[in-house]
């Protein structure tokens, strides 16, 4: 059996370990398989900007190409994807609901801009609890003043919220619905309009946190 050493770990291996390479008189690289997908990786890792900008340019350029492919893999592999779909709304609950929270803002012609970062960043100033009743699980985006009423998907109008307290203000008045509500405190009532810039008049100014 023909074995050939690997130039980067001095590895002995077979030349079926090795990469093919067609400008080679010898038909092979110098490195073996493992060294030269680990090279690839790290190439990646460090270039993942240029492959997605490549790919976006690529994407533009072949735009029908590349849906016909994508249904086509779809279609032959219909089980797959769908695995592949509930395991991705799984462990992307956070940027599912961010991205529902843009499409409403957008659908209204409101301006949506908030990112996760601005996102991490609020839920830290509440020291990652509800805004309303100090609740640490299952926090949403809340928006202070409701999409219906024009309220923006930006760091000046979302706060934590937890799934009870979401679901009680609804499209309310923060002003008539907090101070009503069983878990109103002064305190928090403080925060939050200090956090999104609110004065005495319950005018809001632009925030100084983020």
């Known amino acids: 059996m023909q074995t050939k050493k ?6 002995i291996l ?8 067609k400008h080679k008189e010898d038909g092979f690289r110098n ?18 900007e240029l492959f997605a900008e490549r790919n976006k340019k ?4 072949n735009k029908k190409i590349c849906l016909d492919l994508s249904r086509k893999y779809k279609k032959l592999n ?12 799984k462990n992307h609950l956070e940027e599912r609901r961010i991205n529902n929270q843009k499409y409403r803002a957008r659908k209204q012609g409101l301006i949506s801009n908030l990112t996760t970062e601005q996102w991490n960043k609020v839920k830290q100033h509440f020291h990652n609890e509800c805004a309303y ?8 985006q809340d928006h202070f003043v409701s999409v219906s009423k024009g309220g ?3 760091s000046n109008n979302i706060i934590p919220a937890c799934r009870k307290c979401n679901g009680s203000k609804q499209n309310k008045n923060f002003f008539d619905w907090y101070p009503k509500s069983e878990y109103y405190s002064n305190k928090r009532e403080k925060m939050i309009l200090d956090f999104l810039g609110y004065n005495k008049d319950k005018r809001q100014q632009l925030s100084l946190y983020l």
């Open 31 to 48: 490195d073996c398989k493992e060294c030269r997908n680990k090279y690839h990786d790290e190439y990646y890792q460090n270039n993942k």
């Open 14 to 21: 077979t030349i079926d370990n090795f990469h093919r390479d």
């Open 6 to 11: 690997c130039k980067k770990c001095d590895r």
């Open 152 to 154: 923006e998907y930006t």
């Open 58 to 61: 690529f994407y533009q350029n």
């Open 133 to 140: 009743c100090g609740e640490k699980s299952h926090l949403e």
């Open 78 to 89: 219909f089980e797959k994807e769908k695995e592949r779909l509930k395991h991705y709304r």
